[in-house]
């Protein structure tokens, strides 16, 4: 396990950041803070109010961020070298997360546990090389975990990799078992971004913006297939506060045609560090009563199935390990869990943040709270990880080294009608916020 004392991350040095971009008010969910019933670690129920207002803490000390080269790649959209940096947000209570523009990728997260040590806790790589050619390679070596990757223009999986909208039929690169997978050949997770530093309020950060072509993931990766419609204006800001909230807000547009869209962030969590093994001991709260079910190849069915009664039950604590080798049928197709969860948001308006799912290390003491404006959750305890991939200290990722929370509209919306819409048309503003806040217990 990587563990720094707090006062190393508190040396961290930071140079004056550029002037605020854009810190006028985008969100529909500011304003929107519900206190919510929660149900605690020890199961019981709880009033809680989050997330935290990031002007309200803090202090008078002020989060920093310092900005490092981080190499140069290949751009696919252009061809040419662009050059990437690396993002590192320093808080007040010795939380430090490190974001690049290559992918809008979270490379890494140190928080403190309840003793104040350090360490990172989401999986990742330690060079630029590495997240080429191994997060999510294009052809003809496709496949890779997506670690810390902004997935896009649509998270998870569409059947077959085909849809109609508004009476076309579009077509998007198979790259798992017969569907598309996470956008398709190269996503947004293998573009380098145009990044603009943002500071106010109590939070510092950095926006991200791409705007993918009509046609994206078709013809210009090498498809023959008609990829995503409409060219998509797409910002991902990522901020940082003094109450160690991880704030990433989603915004779009797109022009000429509609199109779908469902971006998410995949980052892995070990609550006990990245290189500390397995996650079986860790407990997992998800406020949902039901789920999507897949078929064989991981395509929901269509039906919103109950989880009462099932390994899929985690409206109160459990332990990853405790259900994960069951004989349901579920968990074999997923190999463990690797699923949407239908997330509870009864009195919650759209756009209003609601709790999505807590993770707590016995451990450490470290604990996570996931809150999303997003209808569904993607949980995947990292069932893929064979043990091929060295991560970022050195440590080999084997199977279930880390979970993912992807806050995310359903996989295969596209084609469930019965499924909340992921249509983005001319005209509209997409907007989605998910925040990650860590604390201890
Ligand atoms: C998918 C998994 C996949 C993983 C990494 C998850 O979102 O549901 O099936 O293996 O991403 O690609």
Redesign the pocket.
Known sequence: MRTRPLSALRKAIARPAAPAASLKPRTRTGAALAGVLVIGMAGSLAMHQAPLPAAASGGTCSPTITTTPFGTTIEPYTGKPAQVFQYTLTNCTGMQVKILNYGGIVQSIAVPDRHGHAADVVLGFQTLNEYVSQD?PPPPAP????FGET?GRY???IAKGTFTLDGNTYTLPIN?NGNS??GGFVGFGNHVWAPTVVQGNGTVGVQLKLVSPDGDDGANVGCSCTGYPGTLTMFVTYTLDSSSQLRIHYTATVAGKATVLNP?N?SYFNLAGESSGDVYAQKVMINADSYTPTDKT?IPTGVIAPVKGTPFDFTTPQTIGSRINESDPQLLI?QGY??NWVLNRAGLQTGQLGLAARAWDPASGRELTVWTTEPGV?F?SG??LTGSIVGISGHTYRQSAGY?F?TQHY?DSPNHPNFPSTVLRPGQQFDSTTIFRFSTF
């Open positions: 999510s496949g890779g975990p997506y997935i998270g998870n999986r798992n997978l996470h998410t995949h991981q997923g690797d699923h993607q995947y069932n893929f993912t992807e996989p």
